[in-house]
């Protein structure tokens, strides 16, 4: 290997731009010249021994950079992040580039080896690795400390010398996906293999499980129909429904591990080692060692870490917890004075005044709900974690108990302390028709016009009529440097989690909530697929093994499913009738089918392996392999 | 590593006995000269390069060999399996030959680096993988087959012709280990690195929980006991100590975790990477190719195991389980018969006549309960698993349900079905402490006083009135060879597990329970001592890094018992004095208390870490090292 790196040369003739680095305007020169040679230094250096090349704009000003590496770079480069890929025998191995001869499709003038999503990955690891060595600041900013070892680029990013590093489409694969994605109307699978390839496992993994949640939805969609369309009402059907949707929900879920296993392995990430975690951006603390690398780097007391999440954190939320209550009350009274309303001056106006106050509370809801994501940022990123990992998990557990109690206290309120099914019903179907179409409109439609506008004002800028194929490079990159940045997939997968609850909690209520989660799904999927093609900035890819936390949380939520949809079950009058002397009978009964469905959940659960046999029997093979190899040594 | 294994020599000077290995009286000639020429052999030619001796016994036959090694040969051994010992450093490594030098204690002649224990597992794994090479059978025994990599000595045993292999005993620090642990009466803890140095990780790792569970019992005996004493009946009295029984049961299995984390961790066990698990020794099947490991072995097809299990097995277990609460019903008739009894004739006779149904059924569910430990070893040995582990998983679901079942059916019968609590107390106290006394009975002091018995005799028999320090080598094999056999501690744990469930699962009716297990515990830990040190053979030390499939056991235990204490709570009439007008909002309470009880439970279990901060850092550090020296590679 390193033979290989003294072969490696840092000029190459064919210089493809790979990733865009902004820096602000006006960055002092002798910035510049330093972290130009860090990146294009040799790794024997400390160096990036990427490429690098000043884009000049039209206004003269040299802020922004094109980095690409050569072939080799990159080869080497994917070892290093610990990339999978398939060998010629069709099994799954950490590439190596000694081993290089023995991967599928692998020749040393392909270059199209390693994808474009794959390539600036490792750049993005590449420059996010190079460290300070003996730099006690960033040269010309002394205000931007180093120390050996401080990434060079966070430190950039957070003190605003660096304005952001992002890839660069690839018009023309991005032509051939977006019409093989969303292009045409027609029914089939998403081109996910595609879909990885250019933005990488976790925005994949994502299409594949909304595509997979939709499938898994349409059984749900199809049994319910017929309960509206009929005005099914026998109590024997209700608790049909509800059965098989509690234990389908079940099903799906375990499912899904499995497809994911086979989705994952076949990308890769299944195999992926986890590397070891640096600090986050965002990380502060006094100078000291990390008991874990024994490096110098900035250490912040778990104490009092966990004393801002105990005492600040939790109490904030909370007191957002009561406020969204109180919210709820109002809305309550609401209702209650438009019905007064509707009683007293009946009317075609009056009539649709009641549906007024769950339209307001929908909106409410939202608005609630978006303030409340920043508060939780802001307190997520006060509390210091150290890791990204941790800052996630913590922020989506805030977000998620709000949205939750948000969306659903009503629901429940209505349920169990008003027992008014009909209320529920309508306040159901409002609930989710009106999320529904607000989160169309906010997440997808309202950028993608907006791009569409400065798209428009752009070119008649520059004076040319050119469609986006013909664009000059310089024209690509200042149009995307525009765009905004996609923040992951936190919103999408939160979107899915609440439909879920609305679909399952108070399923056998109102059955056809699963046919309008599924109308809503298809047309998501297009209108994410348009989002992430046109709307956003290129995100980097990120390799993924699976949907992580999501998957307990839709766990939890088809546990809490089962607790509410038999009460509802034990509440309706038609149960009620069966047991007309006690009604001790009836709750005690429905205590024992609760408790049983939930035992049924959980050894089921238990009983389906989470990765089908033959990925299970592929990775012992690996495992055994490698012991064998260590044996041999 | 190639070059050490050739300064090894076969021949060394003082051969130390390790393990022993009997053959069947009369086996061949042939046969014995082939297996110690493999034995012996180099491990260049398919040997386990190992020492061997032939011990004549006074008879004359040649049927005992005892198997040693060179101490080099134990050392690379050590490498072969994996062993991780302590660094000079205090940090945990898994040793390599070539990095000796760095680890704690370490010298040429310091043959105690390794403990006993670890020379004899080392020596245990190198005859088991001593494989054979052309052999198509056994040399003498045509009917035992062989193939290339088959396990000779598995073959050996499974056709009769090996009839025992087993480690010697140490007299001298057997005699230092039995005098810390049980010699004196004394309050402390138990020596558990010397068990663990003399009998390994499982059986260390199974004390070490049997005194951890008997100290975190304490608090609830202690608490029990003035409910008893003052006979406090009130209903807050009883709602506080249930809700604690329930809180603290989920708190002392989740700090098992860390504390087996720590023993673990200083064991080195928790560390050693898994070995590819051989198929188990009644294992059969057609020759194959295994897909994993590409090699020539029996195969069986899955779904034909599939079947057996569930058009088998399962039906099997459901009709013991039938018949199990058949006697049930039959011992309430008892019962009934000997309350009328009493009733006609009262006496003292009479009085003493009402515990006999309850004894009679306490023997009847012993005896049950080892019929059908035969039935379903018989079945679970049928079902033919390829692997021991899933073989004992299957297994110990078998036995467990049905003891489960077996033990406490009655009490369930009792308490939701009677509503009669003082029988229940009653029935509790009688089956807890009648199944208790029987335990120790038979698993302890039975054994010893007939191996006692056995071990006069035979020093009679030869004629001497030695002590057994003096006794000589083949003497001393003599004895140990007749000893019983340790199976494992599947029984210690199932004996906990019920116990566990006499306490936990109607705590707030009987809490002097925790008093009994606590005393029985102590006396447990005594028996087991004895147990282990002078009534069976020594086992083979066994690395493990956690209680497996007991944890899991115990924490299905601890949420049933959420479900019948707040069903209990919620029966006694003080609680019923409450809901004086709705019996209704008292099941609805009962049903949301034990709601949030559950909810509060599953949260703990989320949020105590599985393992001490410390630990995991350490293991980071580990993770991080690995990482960073494959970078470097």
């Not at 017929?226 to 109590?235: C, I, K, Q, S, T």
């Not at 309550?332 to 005044?353: G, I, P, V």
């Not at 089918?593 to 050894?603: D, P, T």
Request: glycine share 4%; with cysteine.
């Amino acid at each position: 290997l390193v033979e290989s790196w003294s072969f490696l040369d840092t000029v190459e003739s064919n210089f493809r731009p790979l990733v865009v680095i902004e820096l602000a305007k006006g960055t002092k020169e002798e910035t510049i010249e330093w972290l130009t040679k860090r990146i294009v230094d040799k790794k024997a250096n400390g160096g990036a021994q990427l490429l690098i090349k000043p884009m000049v704009t039209e206004d003269g000003v040299e802020n922004i950079y094109l980095v690409g590496a050569s072939h080799l770079r990159l080869l080497l480069g994917a070892e290093a992040v610990g990339l999978v890929k398939e060998c010629s025998d069709n099994s799954m191995r950490t590439f190596t580039y000694s081993s290089r001869k023995t991967f599928k499709h692998f020749a040393d003038d392909n270059h199209n080896f390693l994808t474009m999503a794959e390539c600036q990955y490792i750049i993005k690891h590449e420059l996010e690795n190079l460290r300070a060595k003996n730099e006690k600041m960033i040269p010309g900013y002394p205000q931007a400390k180093l120390y050996p070892g401080k990434s060079i680029v966070r430190r950039l990013l957070t003190s605003g010398i660096l304005v952001q590093i992002f890839p660069l489409h690839d018009r023309e694969e991005l032509k051939k996906l977006s019409h093989s994605w969303y292009g045409r109307v027609k029914v089939g699978y998403q081109p996910l293999d595609d879909i990885r390839c250019y933005f990488g496992e976790t925005i994949a993994l994502y299409f594949g499980f909304l595509e997979y949640f939709t499938f898994a939805l349409i059984p749900m969609a199809v049994i319910g129909i017929p309960y509206y369309v009929f005005a099914w009402e026998d109590y024997d059907k209700y608790v049909m429904f509800a059965t098989f949707n509690l234990l389908w929900s079940t099903v799906i879920l375990e499912v899904w591990k499995r497809i994911c296993a086979i989705l994952t392995y076949r990308w890769g990430t299944l195999l992926m080692k986890r590397q070891f975690e640096e600090p986050r951006p965002g990380f502060h603390g006094v100078l000291g060692i990390n008991p874990v690398t024994g490096r110098e780097e900035p250490v912040y007391s778990s104490i009092k870490r966990q004393l801002r999440i105990y005492l600040v954190s939790l109490p904030f939320v909370c007191l957002c917890l009561y406020f969204s209550l109180y919210v709820m009350m109002i809305y309550f009274d609401l209702e209650q004075w438009a019905l007064d309303y509707h009683k007293e001056n009946e009317s075609n106006f009056s009539s649709l005044m009641l549906y007024v106050p769950s339209i307001i509370y929908a909106v409410v809801i939202e608005i609630m709900n978006r303030i409340y994501r920043y508060a939780a940022e802001f307190l997520t990123s006060w509390e210091n974690h150290r890791l990204e990992s941790s800052y996630q998990n913590h922020l989506i557990l805030k977000v998620l108990v709000f949205n939750f109690l948000n969306c659903f206290a009503s629901l429940f309120y209505i349920a169990f302390v008003l027992f008014d099914m009909k209320l529920l019903r309508q306040s159901l179907a409002t609930l989710l028709i009106t999320s529904q179409i607000l989160n169309q409109f906010a997440e997808s439609l309202l950028p993608y016009w907006l791009q569409k506008r400065y798209n428009r004002r752009m070119k008649k800028r520059m004076c040319s009529k050119k469609t986006d194929m013909d664009l000059s490079l310089a024209e690509q990159v200042n149009m995307e440097k525009e765009m905004g940045t996609y923040l992951g997939t936190f919103d999408d997968y939160l979107e899915l989690f609440l439909q879920f609850g609305y679909v399952s909690l108070f399923s056998c209520v109102y059955p056809l909530a699963a046919v309008f989660a599924v109308l809503n799904n298809i047309t998501e999927i297009y209108s994410d697929a348009l989002k992430m093609c046109r709307v956003y900035k290129r995100p980097f890819a990120e390799p993924t093994a699976n949907i992580g936390v999501w998957q307990l949380a839709f766990e939890t939520m088809s546990v809490i499913s089962v607790v509410t949809n038999c009460i509802l079950i034990g509440m309706s009058p038609q149960v009620d009738a069966l047991f007309p002397d006690s009604k001790m009978d009836l709750v005690l009964t429905v205590a024992l089918v609760e408790h049983l469905l939930l035992a049924i959940k959980f050894i089921m659960a238990f009983v389906i392996p989470d990765k089908p046999r033959d990925i299970q029997t592929k990775l012992a093979k690996l495992e055994f392999e490698s012991l064998e190899a260590l044996k041999q040594q």
